[in-house]
């Protein structure tokens, strides 16, 4: 089975449970506030709509790396991890300013169209999408306070969602956060790599396959030794590709403007190689020109210092050394049939991860 094949096979069992727990809460809120209710209906179409679903799928192949069958517990908390990461993506949104995601306004901006006549409309936007983020953050941990697991499964669930996924991203945030308001001849890659870890590889890859370990009982395994250092290494890989093709990429294939990572100001390993490879001059240009608006020639010559300086071709290496030892780790296990779609549907991701244009 393919990687497409296997999202496109799995993913409407995700979407119907989502659909079936908005339809419960949406059954709660008539009762109480017709507001409440526009709150639900904001929340599932944003839970709904667009993304690869990348985490719940994890969950999923995780399940049955372990051998288990994916019953409708399995697809419960797949779903239960897809509203967190929605919840996760509304505070980036805010923070970021983004008014758009995958394909459609963010929470903060749909609410600031629907309050355009207030008084102080988007104060009063950015106060409902804090409200209803909320909100959903608590949906996730009820969809798996609601799955038919053991209270010891559940609790370990909620857990890594509250521990691995939320306290250590908030981690990462900061050190991001912090590091984009320092001089570019400051920063520290080691630092940076650290917040890589805990905002990509743990949240996006260890994480979930935890949770799908857990579910089968199998969180102390050899196995969840394996996972977690495939998550760990593919984890820094996607992000180490995904920094590239912020200053490289195509933006009809990435669906997001080249450059932004050096206009936020993020020292991303791209930009820290390159600047310490740099001469004085061009070392005083990255300098100037990260955290501000670049035009398209400035763009242009960031993009020549970065691929002269050997910053591109070293990020380009150390992607793909990340995937194959992140292979390694998952070869040699012993795997039911479902374990061995599984694994292979895991080697697939990697192998995009690395590969990737978008």
């Known amino acids: 089975m393919t990687l497409n094949e296997y999202f496109a096979l799995h993913s409407p069992r995700v979407t119907e449970a989502i659909q079936a727990f908005f339809a419960t809460r949406r059954t709660a809120a008539e009762k109480l506030s017709p507001h409440l209710v526009q709150s639900i209906d904001v929340l599932e179409e944003f839970s709904l709509r667009g993304g690869k679903r990348v985490r719940s799928m994890l969950v999923l192949m995780a399940c049955q790396l372990a051998g288990g069958e994916l019953n409708d517990a399995a697809y419960q908390v797949a779903a239960a991890v897809e509203l967190f990461h929605k919840h996760i993506l509304n505070l980036d949104d805010m923070a970021d300013r983004d008014e758009l995601r995958n394909g459609g306004p963010t929470i903060w ?200 300086s050997g910053s591109l071709q070293y990020s380009q290496h150390l992607a793909t050394q990340k995937v194959e030892t992140a292979l390694q780790s998952i070869e040699g296990l012993t795997l039911s049939e479902s374990g061995v779609e599984a694994q292979s549907v895991l080697t697939q991701l990697a192998q995009f991860v690395a590969q990737r244009k978008k």
């Open 109 to 308: 901006k749909r609410y600031q169209q629907l309050f355009e006549e207030w008084k102080d409309g988007v104060h009063h936007a950015r106060s409902f999408t804090e409200i209803d983020g909320t909100l959903l953050g608590s949906f996730a941990f009820e969809m798996v306070r609601e799955a038919k697991l053991s209270a010891e499964q559940r609790l370990a669930v909620m857990d890594v969602l509250n521990n691995q996924m939320y306290f250590e991203t908030v981690a990462g945030w900061q050190i991001h956060y912090y590091q984009n308001q320092e001089p570019l001849a400051e920063a520290d890659e080691e630092e940076f790599i650290k917040g890589l870890d805990l905002v990509t590889a743990r949240y996006t890859f260890v994480g979930p396959l935890k949770i799908g370990l857990i579910i089968q009982g199998k969180a102390d395994s050899q196995l969840a030794r394996a996972l977690e250092a495939y998550g760990m290494d593919v984890g820094l890989a996607f992000q180490v590709t995904d920094d590239i093709l912020g200053v490289f990429g195509d933006p009809t294939e990435t669906g997001k403007a080249v450059g932004n990572d050096i206009r936020e100001g993020k020292k991303t390993l791209l930009l820290q190689r390159a600047y310490r490879s740099a001469s004085a001059k061009d070392q005083a240009f990255l300098s100037e020109i990260c955290g501000r608006d670049i035009s398209e020639a400035e763009l242009h010559h960031a993009q020549q210092i970065i691929t002269a």
